[in-house]
């Protein structure tokens, strides 16, 4: 009996570990997603959108989505929010489409940015993509 009462207490201490676990990963990646919004805001990014696919995907927390004025405008936002995120002490993982493109992705792991021209955030939807509804909620 002793036995069986010890094993549900160090099952709830483990559960309750990690809940505090997962709050505290929660806390990162929205203290990220703030700086990186941050960052976009005093860049002078347009139309800034943050989706939150906690729910819907295990690979990211948050996608930050922001127009640029042009190409130049689009990769000074992206450079903008990598400086702000390192001065926070959160490295990127990956970077794609930096220098003379329409869409760059950088990805802090938690928070996924894409900043792109307004012609192909249109074109790619990604908003659309990830408002995944059931039936009931449209």
Same mark, same amino acid.
């Given at each position: 009996?002793?036995?069986?009462?010890?094993?549900?207490?160090?099952?709830k201490t483990?559960?309750?570990?990690?809940?505090?676990?997962?709050?505290?990963?929660?806390?990162?990646?929205?203290?990220?997603?703030?700086?990186?919004?941050? $960052?976009?805001?005093? #860049?002078?990014? /347009?139309?800034?959108?943050? &989706?939150?696919?906690?729910? =819907?995907? %295990?690979?990211?927390?948050?996608?930050?989505?922001?127009?640029?004025?042009?190409?130049?405008?689009?990769?000074?936002?992206?450079?903008? $929010?990598?400086?702000? #995120?390192?001065? /926070?002490?959160?490295?990127? &993982?990956?970077?794609?489409? =930096?220098? %003379?493109?329409?869409?760059?992705?950088?990805?802090?792991?938690?928070?996924?940015?894409?900043?792109?021209?307004?012609?192909?955030?249109?074109?790619?939807?990604?908003?659309?993509?990830?408002?995944?509804?059931?039936?009931?909620e449209r």
């Amino acid at each position: 009996m002793v036995k069986l009462e010890q094993i549900i207490i160090e099952e709830k201490t483990l559960q309750e570990s990690k809940e505090k676990t997962v709050s505290l990963e929660t806390s990162e990646s929205e203290n990220l997603k703030n700086i990186i919004v941050s $960052a976009l805001e005093d #860049a002078k990014g /347009n139309e800034i959108s943050v &989706i939150n696919v906690i729910h =819907l995907t %295990q690979m990211t927390d948050y996608m930050v989505i922001a127009s640029g004025t042009s190409n130049r405008h689009i990769q000074t936002l992206a450079e903008a $929010a990598i400086k702000k #995120a390192q001065e /926070n002490n959160f490295e990127k &993982i990956g970077l794609e489409g =930096l220098g %003379q493109s329409e869409w760059v992705v950088v990805d802090f792991s938690d928070v996924v940015l894409h900043v792109m021209s307004p012609a192909a955030r249109e074109h790619y939807n990604i908003e659309g993509l990830w408002d995944i509804k059931t039936k009931s909620e449209r």
